[in-house]
Antibody, heavy 119, light 107 residues
Framework: DVQLVESGGGLVKPGRSLRLSCTAS????????IYWIRQAPGKGLEWVGL??????????HYAAPLRGRFTISRDNSRNIAYLEMNSLKTEDTGIYYC??????????WGLGTLVTVSS | EIVMTQSPATLSVSPGDRVTLSCRAS??????LAWYQQKPGQPPRLLVH???ARATGVPATFVGSGSGTDFTLTISSLQSADFAVYYC?????????FGGGTNVEIK
């Protein structure tokens, strides 16, 4: 079965950094794009960015407001994708999901990891 | 970036009702549109991709339609399990973007 498991969330102070992981199993990891999507408490879904599959050279794309602060990468040997978040702000608080990109849509999702940015 | 606008924000309906949710793109996205359902405390679930193709296991009561800039998701007979928030998402161009969601609640 396809599984995606996010980890690395927690409480962090404004201005600090945090790295989230998305550990995948049940499929050929390097054949698929991996997306990161977040959801602030009580709000809608916000696409954060993605790291493309091996076919597309692992290139990345980001939501414009997050470009420069957030970095997505992948380790195909370990079936893990990462979301590195720097200079965190209180408005970055929320649940962070990773999903598998299937021709653009997200068929499979993890359960998410909660990030709380607060002093 | 492509802006996705959903309407209405909230829909109060009764079980058995027919429901139509709307999603509009700020520019043509051909048929590169997905619909998701999200219930409290759960990740989203893909319902429709390619504007009209149901995902595996999604009942035939969910029908997606549209192309270009205007899309709809119709639920032909609302069941109790269908009360949730619904999001559309375009994957025509980077960055991918979601609509603000429609909350389908019990009247």
């Amino acid at each position: 079965d396809v599984q995606l498991v996010e980890s690395g969330g927690g409480l962090v102070k404004p201005g600090r950094s945090l790295r989230l992981s998305c550990t995948a199993s049940g499929f050929t990891f390097d054949n698929y794009d991996i997306y990161w999507i977040r959801q602030a408490p009580g709000k809608g879904l916000e696409w954060v960015g993605l790291v493309r599959s091996k076919t597309y050279g692992g290139t990345t794309h980001y939501a414009a407001p997050l470009r420069g602060r957030f970095t997505i990468s992948r380790d195909n040997s370990r079936n893990i994708a990462y979301l590195e978040m720097n200079s965190l702000k209180t408005e970055d608080t929320g649940i962070y999901y990773c999903s598998r990109g299937d021709m653009g849509a997200s068929y499979f999702w993890g359960l998410g990891t909660l990030v709380t940015v607060s002093s | 970036e492509i802006v996705m606008t959903q309407s209405p924000a909230t829909l109060s309906v009764s079980p058995g009702d027919r429901v139509t949710l709307s999603c509009r793109a700020s520019q043509s996205i051909t048929n590169n549109l997905a619909w998701y359902q999200q219930k409290p405390g759960q990740p989203p679930r893909l319902l429709v991709h390619g504007a009209s193709a149901r995902a595996t296991g999604v009942p035939a009561t969910f029908v997606g339609s549209g192309s270009g800039t205007d899309f709809t998701l119709t639920i032909s007979s609302l069941q109790s399990a269908d009360f949730a928030v619904y999001y559309c998402q375009q994957y025509h161009d980077w960055p991918l973007t979601f609509g603000g969601g429609t909350n389908v609640e019990i009247k």
